[in-house]
Antibody
Framework: QVQLVQSGAEVKKPGASVKVSCKASGYTFTGYYMYWVRQAPGQGLEWMGW????????NYAQKFQGRVTMTRDTSISTAYMELSRLRSDDTAVYYCGGANSGYAPVDYWGQGTLVTVSS | EIVLTQSPDFQSVTPKEKVTITCRASQSIGSSLHWYQQKPDQSPKLLIK???QSISGVPSRFSGGGSGTDFTLTINSLEAEDAATYYC?????????FGQGTKLEIK
């Protein structure tokens, strides 16, 4: 069955960077776009962008342009989301999700990674 | 950016009741509107895709409708396990956006 397994919780200081991984199994990794969505404590879902694992092409929400980088390593079926210059309001659960195009619903979700930004 | 506005924000309902949640888009999005259910401390789960298409494994009491700018998620004969927050999501244009969520409480 399809599984997306994310890396563990992180605690970072303001100004630092965090890199979250998402390892896929149960399907052809290059056949599904990987979306990244975050959720601040007690808040709703916020779309950050996606990566096409086949081409490496990306699309980021303007809000995160310049601070977010999405990459992938096809040899180990893993996608990454790196967010730099962290602020306290970046504290959130970060989810990866699989979708069959860049204009599709998220069919499969990772379990989420809590990133806490605190001095 | 397309704004999705859900109503209501919160609803308290009794089991077996019928519930309708609406999602309105700030501009036409065709049928590229999807619904998710999120229970506390869980990842979201896809319930309905492309406005009205059912998802394998999702109970048949969940249904969706609408097109253009106005969409609905209907839950027939609500069950206790349906207590959750529900989100709509548009994938017509970039950036994708989500509604603010509707929290359902079961009395």
């Amino acid at each position: 069955q399809v599984q997306l397994v994310q890396s563990g919780a992180e605690v970072k200081k303001p100004g630092a960077s965090v890199k979250v991984s998402c390892k896929a199994s149960g399907y052809t990794f290059t056949g599904y776009y990987m979306y990244w969505v975050r959720q601040a404590p007690g808040q709703g879902l916020e779309w950050m962008g996606w990566i096409n694992p086949n081409s490496g092409g990306t699309n980021y929400a303007q809000k995160f342009q310049g601070r977010v980088t999405m990459t992938r390593d096809t040899s180990i079926s893993t996608a990454y989301m790196e967010l730099s210059r962290l602020r306290s309001d970046d504290t959130a659960v970060y989810y990866c999700g699989g979708a069959n195009s860049g204009y599709a619903p998220v069919d499969y979700w990772g379990q989420g990674t809590l990133v806490t930004v605190s001095s | 950016e397309i704004v999705l506005t859900q109503s209501p924000d919160f609803q308290s309902v009794t089991p077996k009741e019928k519930v309708t949640i609406t999602c309105r888009a700030s501009q036409s999005i065709g049928s590229s509107l999807h619904w998710y259910q999120q229970k506390p401390d869980q990842s979201p789960k896809l319930l309905i895709k492309y406005a009205s298409q059912s998802i394998s494994g999702v109970p048949s009491r969940f249904s969706g409708g609408g097109s253009g700018t106005d969409f609905t998620l209907t839950i027939n004969s609500l069950e206790a396990e349906d207590a959750a927050t529900y989100y709509c999501h548009q994938s017509t244009s970039l950036p994708h956006t989500f509604g603010q969520g509707t929290k359902l409480e079961i009395k």
